[in-house]
């Protein structure tokens, strides 16, 4: 079928029981192919040699007409001075490694706050196997394959965080029109997660206490104030001197570094100053715990299983203690939604329309709550 390709006729062209294309009367070698799934694809036909080639170019409306006309108009011009145009699409960043980078800064770093968190998966678990292999040659297998060895090695609920990240990766590939399918389309998550209830008892909390007092800097002062605090380990181990106003007794979360996009205040109880009274400050260093001076520590999983052993208590992660501390400023009658305040949550008791109009900060009440539970802390070590 031979017909001018417009937005209006694109939209009216159906689905048939066979695939059919629309070869663009303005454009030779430009078409539309029509799939019985509904999908539509914008493709351009040249000869190179002595074969005809086929360069897929996007697919309708992740692409615009007007964009993949000029895609196609450019790889003729290729051919026209003696460039395979898929060959050099091939070699022109199309490889693994610069995808996933591309995908990073583009996509995920201005979208998404654990950016670097996909940054490291993606990094670890795809780049590292299929760097150098163009991106269009990923199959469902490798991406089973990838999903297997972490699963073979114990890291069950890993292998759900690679597949979801390859998933977010291939759906923006094909949105750009990098890749006509995604071989993580009909695979599903391999393990079945089960949300976690741990919460520390008052036994476990005292061998942790007394194993990080024997820790040096910086997990020895860390792992109690994330408990201290009740926040979360990516906010406490970000925790800036400037972000601290030990005059008032208050760490201000940033809006960029708050999961809900919004500043939130942290009362700092007795318990958790003198956490940060014991950290050294380094000069021209504006983290509070690093080990480099230039960046935030990490290291956790290594540290965790180190306070497990000289504690000798398990089965227990860093987020724990943060669920550790609400369950205890509840057993210690404190109200839900003061308790949901300090834990800076956006939904739970006061959600909805009642969020919307309850604007009040709850602050002495948040600092009343937390100083409740730096005293039941302190006590534990008596």
Same mark, same amino acid.
């Given at each position: 079928?031979?017909?001018?390709?417009?937005?209006?006729?694109?939209? !009216?062209?159906?689905?048939?029981?066979?695939?059919?294309?629309?070869? /663009? %009367? @303005? #454009?030779?070698?430009?078409?539309?192919?029509?799939?019985?799934?509904?999908?539509k694809v914008f493709t351009v036909k040249y000869r190179y040699g002595l074969k005809q080639?086929?360069?897929?170019?996007?697919?309708?409306?992740?692409?615009? @007409?007007?964009?993949?006309?000029?895609?196609?108009?450019?790889?003729?011009?290729?051919? /026209?001075?003696?460039?395979?145009?898929?060959?050099?699409?091939?070699?022109?960043?199309?490889?693994?490694?610069?995808i996933c980078a591309d995908f990073i800064r583009q996509y995920a770093r201005p979208r998404n706050r654990s950016w670097k968190e996909a940054e490291r998966i993606l990094g670890r678990e795809f780049v590292a196997v299929y760097g150098q292999r163009d991106i269009r040659e990923i199959k469902r297998h490798?991406?089973?394959? !990838?999903? /297997?060895?972490?699963?073979?090695?114990?890291?069950?609920?890993?292998?759900?965080?690679?597949?979801?990240? %390859?998933?977010? %990766?291939?759906?923006? #590939?094909?949105e750009r029109g990098i890749v006509d399918a995604s071989p993580v389309m009909g695979t599903k998550p391999p393990t079945r997660e089960q949300a976690r209830d741990r919460v520390l008892t008052?036994?476990?909390?005292?061998a942790m206490?007394? =194993? #990080?007092?024997?820790?040096?800097?910086?997990?020895? *002062?860390?792992?109690? @104030? @994330?408990? +201290?605090?009740?926040?979360?380990?990516?906010?406490?181990? *970000?925790?800036?001197?400037?972000?601290? /106003?030990?005059? =008032?007794?208050h760490w201000v979360i940033p809006a960029e570094l708050s999961k809900n996009g919004k500043p939130h205040v942290v009362p700092l109880n007795d318990f958790a100053l003198r956490l940060l009274a014991e950290v050294p400050r380094f000069a021209d260093c504006d983290w509070v715990f690093t080990t480099t001076r230039r960046s935030p520590i990490s290291g956790f999983s290594k540290a965790l299983r180190h306070i497990h052993e000289h504690s000798e208590t398990s089965d227990w992660r860093f987020?724990?203690?943060? $669920?550790?501390?609400?369950?205890?400023?509840? $057993?210690a009658g404190i109200a839900p939604h003061v308790v949901e305040?300090?834990?800076n949550h956006i939904s739970g008791t006061?959600?909805?329309?009642? +969020?919307?109009?309850? &604007?009040?900060?709850?602050?002495?009440?948040? &600092? =009343?709550? %937390?100083?409740?539970?730096?005293?039941? !802390?302190?006590? !534990?070590?008596?």
């Amino acid at each position: 079928m031979r017909k001018t390709l417009s937005i209006r006729a694109i939209e !009216l062209f159906k689905p048939q029981a066979k695939r059919y294309e629309v070869h /663009d %009367l @303005l #454009c030779p070698g430009f078409s539309l192919r029509v799939f019985p799934t509904g999908k539509k694809v914008f493709t351009v036909k040249y000869r190179y040699g002595l074969k005809q080639r086929r360069l897929p170019i996007g697919v309708h409306p992740r692409i615009s @007409l007007a964009e993949a006309r000029s895609k196609a108009i450019e790889a003729l011009r290729l051919v /026209d001075d003696g460039i395979d145009p898929a060959a050099r699409r091939r070699q022109l960043g199309m490889n693994v490694e610069s995808i996933c980078a591309d995908f990073i800064r583009q996509y995920a770093r201005p979208r998404n706050r654990s950016w670097k968190e996909a940054e490291r998966i993606l990094g670890r678990e795809f780049v590292a196997v299929y760097g150098q292999r163009d991106i269009r040659e990923i199959k469902r297998h490798d991406i089973l394959e !990838l999903m /297997d060895g972490a699963i073979e090695r114990g890291a069950s609920y890993q292998a759900n965080r690679i597949h979801s990240n %390859l998933r977010k %990766l291939f759906n923006w #590939c094909m949105e750009r029109g990098i890749v006509d399918a995604s071989p993580v389309m009909g695979t599903k998550p391999p393990t079945r997660e089960q949300a976690r209830d741990r919460v520390l008892t008052d036994d476990e909390i005292r061998a942790m206490l007394r =194993a #990080c007092a024997k820790e040096a800097y910086p997990f020895g *002062q860390f792992v109690p @104030l @994330l408990l +201290a605090t009740a926040q979360r380990r990516g906010e406490v181990s *970000q925790m800036k001197w400037s972000q601290i /106003d030990l005059v =008032a007794e208050h760490w201000v979360i940033p809006a960029e570094l708050s999961k809900n996009g919004k500043p939130h205040v942290v009362p700092l109880n007795d318990f958790a100053l003198r956490l940060l009274a014991e950290v050294p400050r380094f000069a021209d260093c504006d983290w509070v715990f690093t080990t480099t001076r230039r960046s935030p520590i990490s290291g956790f999983s290594k540290a965790l299983r180190h306070i497990h052993e000289h504690s000798e208590t398990s089965d227990w992660r860093f987020h724990d203690l943060r $669920r550790t501390a609400a369950s205890g400023m509840a $057993r210690a009658g404190i109200a839900p939604h003061v308790v949901e305040k300090v834990l800076n949550h956006i939904s739970g008791t006061i959600s909805g329309v009642a +969020a919307v109009y309850n &604007r009040y900060g709850y602050d002495a009440e948040r &600092r =009343a709550a %937390l100083d409740k539970w730096g005293s039941f !802390l302190d006590g !534990l070590g008596e």
